[in-house]
């Protein structure tokens, strides 16, 4: 089991940077393969980005590829996501979601543990 925390959301300015970190708990957080969901107001949880085991294979939603970079560090059990040039459609609530890895990257049915969400907020 693991438990995640995540943190580092706030409001920003169109154009700025935020970098969210994802805090994991446990002994096994190298066996999960890592994702970052998103939640805006009135839609469905979309997918945003995802990282592998090993970090070898790295994934993007078309909405933030070119903006943003996933990263993990499996010594510090941490999953980090750098998000630059945000927009104000990227705000949301953002959520980290562990897998072990029998689903597909970007459902978020196929995440076992979530974290309780962040929130980013970027004026225009």
């Known amino acids: 089991q693991v438990q995640l925390v995540e943190s580092g959301g706030g409001l920003v300015q169109a154009g700025g940077s935020l970098r969210l970190s994802c805090a994991a708990s446990?002994?096994?957080?190298?066996?999960?393969?890592m994702g970052w969901f998103r939640q805006a107001p009135g839609k469905e949880r979309e997918f945003v980005a995802a990282?592998?085991?090993?970090?070898?294979?790295?994934y993007y939603a078309d909405s933030v590829k070119g903006r943003s970079t996933i990263s993990r560090d499996n010594a510090k059990n941490m999953v980090y996501l750098q998000m630059n040039n945000l927009k104000p459609d990227d705000t949301a609530v953002y959520y980290c979601?562990?897998?072990?890895?029998?689903?597909?990257?970007?459902?978020?049915?196929?995440?076992?543990?979530w974290g309780q969400g962040t929130q980013v907020t970027v004026s225009s």
């Open positions: 979601g562990a897998d072990l890895g029998y689903g597909t990257y970007y459902r978020d049915s196929s995440y076992t543990y």
């Open positions: 446990g002994r096994t957080f190298r066996s999960y393969n």
């Open positions: 990282i592998s085991k090993t970090g070898v294979n790295i």
